[in-house]
């Protein structure tokens, strides 16, 4: 898959699609881990934030 053209679902382009579907990923991970005691909530707080702020950082260019 290269990651151009649109996601026939939502019409949004591929890769932008991909960069969400990964952001969903690390969430997930994170609220496990803190659910399971293995970090703070805190801890999952920040995490969250600086993936999310990490990983949608140049969405924009995507469109």
Excluded at 1 to 29: F, N, T
């Amino acid at each position: 898959m290269s990651g151009k053209g649109h996601d026939g679902a939502v019409g949004r382009p591929v890769a932008q699609v991909r960069l969400v579907r990964i952001m969903e990923a690390a969430c997930y991970r994170v609220l496990n881990a803190a659910l399971n005691h293995h970090i703070t909530a805190e801890r999952a707080e920040e995490d969250t934030r600086v993936a999310c702020r990490k990983l949608l950082s140049g969405i924009e260019e995507l469109a």
